[in-house]
Structure formats: structure tokens, C-alpha cells
């Protein structure tokens, strides 16, 4: 991804593994300080995944490969290690995707190489899906997405960015509609912010603004996933089912960018996917001031789950599928 350092435009990535230690741009700190955080062990990335210094179910999965290598390296128990890495975030499938891979993959390839390798697969994948959904987007469209599918989100490229950015490529005029993506601010401190490094035109708008521009602004709503059900149901960041509901309202086609291994065949429907909630904290109070009355009590899911019949199509690096097609492309993929 382009990111503007010291008046400069320098390419980087959101996570690599560098002399025995992975490295994450700290998205806690964005966008007022661009800070590298080390990990020298899988219990390291661990807390790095379950403490948002990294976020996004691809990059969440990078780092869990690496943070996997790192285990195998050192020679720490492996399963102890695959085990510290899936409780840290239990939403998001790429995490138990990737250490997976990596359980199998590691002791064939060499840990590091491994990783190195799943990692530069997500990136690609990520390349490949922008090619595909950048056909939806036409000159002069307005966007919504929500939340950050970008490469903070994916290592590069990103999901639901990736098509805007690939748009934008090849030569046609967007507009990017913003959610502030309430409580942890992804999109008004992640993708606004990545969107200005790309010089790509945009506006945030609040969560609860999202409707008033649907009804006659917004052309498309183009957001990422966390985890695909077999029959099209997806998580995502909470916010999401409520886009979704108000975009086929007002006849706004709505794509779901992800990779096939956000993909999760073993669950029929969305009512398997496992709602992660969070401290109550993150709700009732706002960099660590109190916002809410002392003796309040909150709810903080971070996911819902938006039912099959309000997405258009999934875009995916081996192309798109309308959700009753899904089918189709696992039996392919069983061949």
C-alpha cells in the first residue's frame, strides 16, 4: 500500500516477519502516528492480534501463520502455540485457517517459508479480487463500505478496497462513502486514512448516516468478511446487517469481498458463526475518558451476521458468486 512518509509516498505492508521477529503497522496508533510493533513470539503476536494492534480476518491470519512459525522455530510446543493463537479472536475463520496451514504446511516447507508463503498468497489473492470486482464499478459511482477491508486488513491490497483501488487504476472517477464504524473508529482512523495515502477521494460519514445517503447517493456498498457460512451468510463488523437491510431497500446493489478462506463449508447457515463480544469499556467510555454514567452497563458485540438474501454477489479471487452458486464453487474446489 502508498503511505505517505515525511512528504514521501514509500510502499509498505501491514505485517512481515523480519530477523526472527514479525512486524505489524500498530493500527491502535493511526492515523496521527505510524508506529512499528515487534513480536518475538507467539504469545507476542497472540496479544497483538487479541488487542487490535492488528484487525482483519486476512491479516489476522498472516499473523497467526507467523506467529505460528515463530513457535516452531524455537521449538515451543506447537499445539500449545495453535491453541494461544485461535482463542484470540474466535470470529474471524482465516485465524483457524491459517494455523491449520500451518500445522500441516510448517514441517513440509520450513516454518518461516511457510508463512512467507501463506502470506504472499493472502496478498495476491487480495490483487486478484480487486480485478474481479472492479468490473461493478463504473465511472463516476459513489461507494459505501464499512469498517477497514483494506490493506491494514489484508497485508495489501485489501478486500472491499481493492476493487476501488483497482477502479481508480484504471482510470475511473469514485467516490468513497465512509462509516465511522463505531466503537473502534476503523473507518474514520483506518481506511479514511489509507484512502488519503492513495489520494482517493472520500468523505466519513456517522454509522447512523448511512441510510440518508443510500436513499440517493450511494451506487454500490462494496464491504469485506470475517466468515462465509456454506449457504452466503457472512459476519462482519457490527453495522454491517444494518447496511445491507437499508442498501436492498433502496435497490443499491450490495458486494461482499473476501478470499476463499474466509470461507467456512462446515456450517450450513450464519447462526453457527460465533458472535465475539468484547469488553463493555470500548462502548461506555472513549480514549480511556468515561463517556457514559458510572453505574451504566453496555453490550459490545463486534460482528453481526447479514443473511444471504441481501447480498448481490461475493467477490473472491476465483470470481464472483451469487450466494446460491457457493455451492457450485466448493464442489469445484473438492475436484
Not at 1 to 23: L, Q, T
Request: hydrophobic letters at 40%; a negative charge.
Amino acid at each position: 500500500m502508498r503511505v505517505i512518509v515525511d512528504d514521501k509516498p514509500e510502499e509498505m505492508v501491514a505485517v512481515w516477519y523480519d530477523s526472527g521477529k514479525v512486524r505489524f503497522i500498530d493500527q491502535r496508533k493511526l492515523p496521527e502516528k505510524l508506529e512499528i510493533y515487534d513480536a518475538g513470539s507467539y504469545s507476542d503476536v497472540a496479544l497483538a492480534i487479541r488487542e487490535m494492534v492488528v484487525r482483519g480476518a486476512p491479516a489476522i491470519g498472516c499473523a497467526a501463520a507467523y506467529g505460528m512459525a515463530l513457535a516452531m522455530s524455537s521449538g515451543e510446543d506447537t499445539g500449545r502455540a495453535a491453541e494461544a493463537l485461535r482463542a484470540t479472536r474466535p470470529t474471524a475463520h482465516d485465524l483457524f485457517y491459517a494455523v491449520n496451514w500451518m500445522v500441516e504446511m510448517g514441517p513440509q516447507l520450513g516454518p518461516v517459508e511457510a508463512a512467507g508463503k501463506y502470506t504472499a498468497d493472502i496478498v495476491e489473492r487480495c490483487r486478484r479480487i480487486g480485478e474481479n470486482g472492479a468490473r461493478y464499478i463504473k465511472d463516476g459511482d459513489s461507494i459505501l463500505t464499512h469498517c477497514n477491508a483494506g490493506a491494514l486488513a489484508t497485508v495489501d491490497f485489501g478486500t472491499a478496497l481493492a476493487p476501488i483501488r483497482a477502479a481508480r487504476n484504471q482510470g475511473k472517477k469514485l467516490f468513497v462513502y465512509v462509516d465511522e464504524t463505531r466503537p473502534w473508529l476503523q473507518g474514520t482512523r483506518l481506511t479514511a486514512w489509507e484512502l488519503t495515502n492513495e489520494a482517493i477521494p472520500h468523505a466519513i460519514i456517522a454509522d447512523n448516516a448511512a441510510g440518508h445517503f443510500l436513499k440517493s447517493d450511494v451506487d454500490c456498498v462494496i464491504v469485506g468478511a470475517d466468515r462465509i457460512a456454506a449457504n452466503g451468510d457472512f459476519a462482519n463488523k457490527i453495522g454491517t446487517y444494518e447496511k445491507a437491510v437499508v442498501a436492498k431497500e433502496n435497490g443499491v446493489p450490495f458486494y461482499v469481498a473476501a478470499p476463499v478462506s474466509t470461507f467456512d463449508f462446515s456450517i450450513k447457515d450464519g447462526n453457527a458463526i460465533k458472535i465475539e463480544e468484547r469488553g463493555e469499556d470500548e462502548i461506555t467510555s472513549f480514549r480511556d475518558v468515561r463517556i457514559a454514567g458510572a453505574s451504566e452497563k453496555a453490550r459490545n458485540p463486534v460482528f453481526d451476521v447479514t443473511p444471504s438474501r441481501y447480498v448481490t454477489s461475493i467477490i473472491t479471487e476465483e470470481g464472483s458468486f451469487a450466494p446460491g452458486d457457493i455451492s457450485r464453487m466448493e464442489s469445484r474446489r473438492k475436484r
